[in-house]
Structure formats: structure tokens, C-alpha cells
């Protein structure tokens, strides 16, 4: 089966779509960033300007460092989702149960639990600020609405949302080991807290590797949670890059500006991944 | 001292538990109040009665068409991506060619990349042919997004296949449309549902694209619908809660029902990414 008619057919469906509408948009980005465009009129081309402009923006680079302080936050939470999966994957009676419990609110829309967690945290009638009251917490804070909290306040969802995710990840890296390995090391005489740090988890260091890229690449794309959230509020304390370079097209028609934004972040992306990659990259791979 | 120590083992796992649940359950409590109730003071009594109405009221009021909107639209991108990546699978598998790591290669990138560096680009392609405010922008969206962790989620099957069968069916006289939809389709039928199952999830659960694209009212999709209309019910949380339920609801029973297949397809998307 070598025909190419045959293969074209085959193949195209998937390769055109993906093309036309994956990778031109992609490279159409950086050429609009090239021009003043008010996305209905006629483009005019300023050259570099929008580029040097998004370099000297407070406002981009602000937003650039809230989406990196949510893949720090997104990288360090990874340490109690493998905590959980390392205590899970020990012989836990219903650890099947529980790891779909835990998967439920990574299958909501952003939206909604943009929505549920706004009613969570809503000053006076929400599930926290009642809570807080009722353990006599006076004076709870109105946690999206303080520029120091707001960050910190919408993490706490996406720590919710993504938990059942990750934990599955390495529950199956753990299920991976073969029992032997285990069992030797505790005829050897290891305890149940040396056998998972010292056996366990250098076994699925891959995988955790995986993870920090995925949660990394994942915070500089968040931006359906917070747009609903918080629409990048209060003044901007919690903007990210992909929320700036949405309003910038779509609430204020500045679309050559808006595309060269997004096509830094598309850069930085690459770039990330690239410096995530190398620092993590794996010598050998582990044969069992 | 040891039963100690797994009791506190399932202690943690158990509050990690409550954790994940409490806001949902939260969430599905007040969407049977009224407001009076919900302002009490006590976030989980049960409802003094049950404001089943609650959800009529909504669903009348407009949830209805973005309910179908979205149950159409999902599975109309499903059912291309599916049929266009199950195709893409078996070329790369299958049939001796120079571009098929190529091919790998572009699926690769294509899931890794933010959505927000080809939105403006896409928003003008679609504004040029006329596609903008119509369902088709985003059913084509859809398609093309899901196709690159559709044909990854595919692969390890297809590799696994035994090509003696197809073999088999070549000196048979099978032509290889025949051989491709009569014989390899059905046989990928499990990693297929799958993919379909992922593929649900996200554009059920997808708000960008709809939000950009379109802006009439009777296309919107469910995510982008109920932004509207909780804006109009802002201070009416137990409609704001049926809203949310309403929106959750299918996936929530998928879940239910295909749970292995949930867990099965978000494993390997994260792994192969």
C-alpha cells in the first residue's frame, strides 16, 4: 500500500485541517503583529512596532509574570498530588473509587467551576465566608476583590480542578512497577517511607517529567477560568498573558497589537517547554 | 503504631475526597433553594423543600437552546474528528510514505500550542468566508483542535494491530476503502470510544472559540450561554445553581457510566504529550 492517491485520501482530512487551521493561524499571528489593524478596516504595516511596544508594556509583562507565578504554583502542587498518589497507589482498600472522586471536577467546564468557585468565595453568602464565620473567623476577606489575595484565591481552583488528573497519572506510573521490585526492597528491610522515596519514585521520574511540562505549558495557557473569574481583575492583579492579548483584540479592537502578544506568548511557550525539557531531560530510560 | 498510621493514610485520602466533592454537592444542594434559604447561614442543609422549579425556570427561559446547541455541535466535531483521524491513523500506520513523521510531528506541536496565539488569525478566516456567528465555524474548530490528541490516543492501538488480517483481506480482493471501514474500524472500536468520550469532554466543555465566533444568541453553545444568562439571574443563586447543573449534568453521567474510558483516555493524551 504505497499509492499516493491512496494515501492522500487518507491522510488529508487530517493533514489540511490540521495545516489551514492549526499552523497558518499561528504564523498569521506574527505577520498581523507587523501591522495597525482595528480587525475591520485596513491593515497598515508599522514594522516592529507592536513588538517593541508589547517590550516595554508594564501591563504585558505584569500579566507575564502572574501566568509564572501560576506554573510555579501549578510545578509545586505536582508534590502533593504525588504525595497522593504515592499514599494511594500503597494498597489502599477503594483506591479506585477514590481516584474518580478525585477525577470529578477536572471534567467541568472552566466555566462552571469558574461560577461555582465565584459563589464559593462570594463575601457574604458564600460556602467559605460561612464556613469561616462559623468557626469564628471574624471579618473573612472578600477574596476577589483584595489585589494581594486574588492570585492566590484563584489557584485554589485550578489546584481542584487538575488534582484528580494528575494524581491518576501517577497512580498508573506507580501501578506500572512491577511488585518484585517492592517486595525485594522489603525483605531487604526498608520501610513503607523509604520503599516510595527511594524506590518508587526515582522508578517513575519520567513521568514526573512529563507532568512538569504539562503543568507548565498549561499555566501560560490558562484563561478560561480567570477571564470568567475575575476578567483579569481587580486592577489587572490577576491578568495572565492569554487574558491580556484577548482583551487587547477583542474588547479594545487593537488586533495587530493583540496578534504580536500572541505571538510572544506562543514564543514563550516554545521556549519554556524547550528549558523545561532540558532541565528534566532523562538520561535512560528505565527498563524494568 | 502501625494502625495508626493507616488510619491517618486514610484520613488524608479522605479529606483530599471531601475536597474534590464538597463544591459540587455544595453547588447541587443550592440549586434546589431559594435565596432566603441559601442566605441562612448554613452552606450544607438540606433543602427545606425540594425548588425543582428552579430547573424548569431555566430551562425555559433559554438554558434549553444552549443545551441542544451544544448536544449538536459536539457530536457533529466528534464524529469528524473521529472518522478524520481514525483515516490519518491507519495512512500512518499502515502505508509506506516519506511525510507520515511529519504528520507526528505536527500533531505533537499542534496539542502544545495556546489556542490564544491563532485565535485573532482564525477569527479573520472565518469573518473572509462568512463563517463567523455560524455553528460551522466552530464545528470545523473543534475538528481540526482534537485532531492531533485524537490521532495520539490512536496510534498505540493501531500499531498493536495484526497485519495479517489486512493481509488476509487484500489476497481476499477487499479494495482498501473495504478493508480500512469494514475491518480495521470495527476492530479499533474501544480505543475509538475513547476518543470519543475525550473528545465530548472538551468541546462540551470548550468556551473560547464560541465565545469569539459567535455572538447570536440561538447558536450559543451551553459554556458561552450560561455566562449570559447568569448575568441575567445575578442575584437568583438557585437559578444559578440549576444553571450550573443543567451544564454539568451529561458529562457528570458519561463519567458515570464510561468511567474506565475517562480515565484510560486522560491517561494516555498526558503521557504521550
Known sequence: MSNKWIIAFYVLPALLLIGIFIFIPLALSGYYGFMDWDGIGAMTFIGLENYTAALQDVKFWDSAWHSFLLAIFSTLSLLIYLAIALILASKIKGSDLLRKIYLIPMLLSSVAIA????????????????????????????????????????FIPILWQYAG????????????????IIEAARIDGASPVQIALRIKLPLIMGIVKV???????????????????TGGGPNSASEVMASYMYKLAFDTNNFGYGSAIGFLLLIITLVVTYIVRKLTATKEEIQY | MKRLGSFLLYLSLALVAIFQIFPIVWLFLFSLKDNREIFSGDPFALPSQFRWENYTKVWEGGIGIYFWNSVWITALAILFTVLFASMATFAITRMKWKLSKLVLGLCMVGMMIPIHSSIIPLFKMFLNVNLIDSPWSIVITYTAYNLPI??????????????????????????????????ILPMTIP???????????????????????????????????????????????????????????????????????????LSSSAVKG
Request: include cysteine; aromatic fraction near 16%.
Open chain 1, 115 to 154: 461560577q461555582l468557585w465565584i459563589k464559593i468565595y462570594n463575601p457574604t453568602s458564600g460556602m467559605l465566608n460561612q464556613i469561616l464565620l462559623k468557626i469564628g473567623v471574624e471579618n473573612p476577606p472578600a477574596w476577589l476583590a483584595e489585589t494581594s489575595i486574588v492570585l492566590y484565591a484563584i
Open chain 1, 165 to 180: 488528573f494528575y494524581i491518576l497519572i501517577y497512580y498508573a506510573a506507580l501501578k506500572n512497577i512491577p511488585d518484585s
Open chain 1, 211 to 229: 507532568t512538569i511540562v504539562l503543568a507548565v505549558v498549561g499555566s501560560l495557557k490558562y484563561f478560561d477560568l480567570i477571564y470568567v473569574m
Open chain 2, 150 to 183: 485524537t490521532i495520539m490516543i490512536l496510534l498505540g492501538f493501531y500499531y498493536t494491530l495484526p497485519r495479517e488480517i489486512e493481509e488476509a483481506a487484500i489476497i481476499d480482493g477487499c479494495s482498501v476503502p473495504q478493508m480500512f471501514f469494514r475491518i
Open chain 2, 191 to 265: 480505543v475509538m470510544s475513547t476518543t470519543v468520550i475525550i473528545n465530548m469532554i472538551y468541546n462540551w466543555n470548550e468556551f473560547v472559540f464560541v465565545n469569539t465566533f459567535i455572538s447570536s444568541d440561538h447558536y450559543k453553545t451551553l459554556t458561552v450561554g450560561i455566562q449570559n444568562f447568569i448575568g441575567q439571574y445575578m442575584t437568583d443563586w438557585g437559578a444559578i445553581g440549576a444553571t450550573l447543573v443543567i451544564s454539568v449534568l451529561p458529562i457528570l453521567l458519561a463519567f458515570i457510566f464510561f468511567s474506565n474510558k475517562v480515565v484510560e483516555g
